[in-house]
């Protein structure tokens, strides 16, 4: 709680604010979201691009979705991880663009403060269950390349759904803690969010009090969402290259190398930003130069997954001619 006094406010940021009876404390309710631009061509422009990545990405993963289970030669564990990590992507991306779309065009850009806080936990919410599904997908790729003869009997569908769930249970419960002590700061103005959406840094930075307490919570989480993650990804993938390296023909260690490199790619895009942002000091914050890297692992990872996992994956590509030849069969 901080005293407001001799405070100017114009109308916009006036609006959002509310009284407490007899004290001079005001509560911010809503917060208006800046974007990326205030030119109206500027915004059209990134309007247009920006829904084509969006439709281009939701239609990707969904065609990946939609193979994985129509075609039963993908009913395998790897594939299970995939289509699980392209309905993350969908949630991922929907979280922020739609809403992001909508601003650029309307002339309001204001989020309340319930919307603002749900968009915060469910985007943290899927945000941090992919990065620890990552290292699902990578131990899947271990045990693909290190015990193949005993692929399918170590990662059973008991397992395979087990680690699912529990990436989506941490992902949920770290994002719970992220956004309450996130969100039970005290806002008071001003509510100008130098961002395209509810990002936790962003958002806290407006709070009127005193937030290295917050910092050190949000940096535990992120020890255990992304450093812990990408520990033991590297540790997975030394122990790949390790076996890789011990197959005598050059083909072998070629189609080993080329069932992960997707992976790799992937994981390299999500977390290289990420780890930027979350694991930075909050005094080297930058408003302008964080959303523009947000978008790497935001939007631009959801449209490259299904991209990587469809032009480098002769399965994929085998059940996609299947379907469409199933369907001009049928038509």
């Given at each position: 709680m901080c005293q407001v006094t001799h405070r100017i406010l114009d109308s916009c940021t006036a609006s959002t604010m509310w009284m407490i009876p007899g004290q001079n404390q005001s509560w911010v309710t809503e917060f208006i979201l800046l974007g990326f631009s205030s030119d109206p061509t500027t915004n059209s422009i990134l309007f247009i691009v920006f829904l084509l990545i969006y439709l281009s990405s939701v239609l990707g993963n969904r065609l990946i979705i939609m193979l994985v289970c129509l075609d039963t030669q993908l009913h395998t564990p790897m594939y299970f991880f995939l289509c699980t990590l392209s309905l993350l992507d969908m949630s991922f991306v929907t979280t922020t663009v739609p809403q992001m779309l909508v601003h650029l065009l309307a002339h309001s850009q204001t989020i309340s403060f319930a919307g603002c806080w749900l968009q915060m936990y469910v985007f943290g919410a899927v945000g941090m269950t992919e990065c620890t599904f990552f290292v699902v997908m990578a131990y899947d790729r271990?045990?693909?390349?290190?015990?193949?003869?005993?692929?399918?009997?170590?990662?059973?569908?008991?397992?395979?759904?087990?680690?699912?769930?529990g990436t989506?249970?941490?992902?949920?419960?770290?994002?719970?803690?992220?956004?309450?002590?996130?969100?039970?700061?005290?806002?008071?103005?001003?509510?100008?969010?130098?961002?395209?959406?509810?990002?936790?840094?962003?958002v806290r930075s407006l709070a009127c009090m005193d937030t290295h307490l917050i910092e050190m919570v949000?940096?535990?989480?992120?020890?255990?969402?992304?450093?812990?993650?990408?520990?033991?990804?590297v540790a997975s993938y030394i122990c790949i290259i390790m076996a890789i390296l011990k197959i005598k023909s050059t083909q072998g260690r070629c189609k080993a190398f080329s069932t992960c490199a997707s992976h790799l790619s992937v994981v390299t895009f999500f977390y290289a930003p990420a780890t930027y942002i979350y694991m930075k000091p909050n005094s080297s914050y930058s408003p302008v130069r964080d959303k523009q890297i947000s978008l790497f692992y935001n939007v631009f990872t959801a449209l490259l997954n299904p991209v990587l996992y469809s032009l480098r994956n002769n399965d994929i590509k085998k059940a996609f001619l299947k379907v469409m030849g199933h369907v001009r069969v049928n038509s």
């Open positions: 271990y045990v693909a390349i290190c015990y193949p003869l005993r692929y399918t009997v170590i990662l059973n569908w008991g397992l395979c759904i087990w680690l699912a769930a989506w249970i941490c992902g949920l419960f770290s994002s719970l803690l992220h956004t309450f002590f996130t969100m039970s700061l005290p806002y008071c103005g001003p509510n100008r969010v130098n961002h395209y959406f509810c990002e936790g840094p962003s949000d940096f535990v989480l992120s020890v255990f969402v992304v450093v812990i993650p990408i520990s033991l990804i």
